[in-house]
């Protein structure tokens, strides 16, 4: 079983940078891919980015490629969101997930889930 717990959430304007964060438990995390997913109300939730378990292969939605950077710390079992140049469309409730298979685009592929933490952007 795996636990993963967000942080870094909270209200910031158009332009403004944010980071995020997602703590992890329960396995070795260097065996995990990660990724971040995001949903806003009313939307189904969506792929933002992914990152593979030694932190060498990336993937991004082509709606936050070169705005957003996933990165991993394997020494302190956390991946992060560095979130640039902040629209109102990024406004959602990002949530972090875990495989123990390959990165993937699609939702299904990750078994384990976080609470989420809501990012809000006003224009």
């Known amino acids: 079983q795996v636990q993963l717990v967000e942080s870094g959430g909270g209200l910031v304007q158009a332009g403004d940078s944010l980071r995020l964060s997602c703590a992890a438990s329960g396995r070795t995390f260097s065996s995990l891919s990660m990724a971040w997913f995001r949903q806003s109300p009313g939307k189904e939730r969506e792929f933002v980015a992914a990152i593979s378990w030694g932190g060498s292969n990336t993937l991004y939605a082509d709606s936050v490629k070169g705005r957003f950077t996933i990165s991993r710390d394997n020494a302190k079992n956390t991946v992060y969101l560095q979130m640039n140049s902040l629209k109102p469309e990024d406004t959602a409730v990002y949530y972090c997930?875990?495989?123990?298979?390959?990165?993937?685009?699609?939702?299904?592929?990750?078994?384990?889930w976080g609470q989420g933490t809501q990012v809000t952007v006003s224009s």
């Open positions: 997930a875990a495989t123990v298979g390959a990165i993937r685009r699609l939702r299904i592929s990750y078994e384990y």
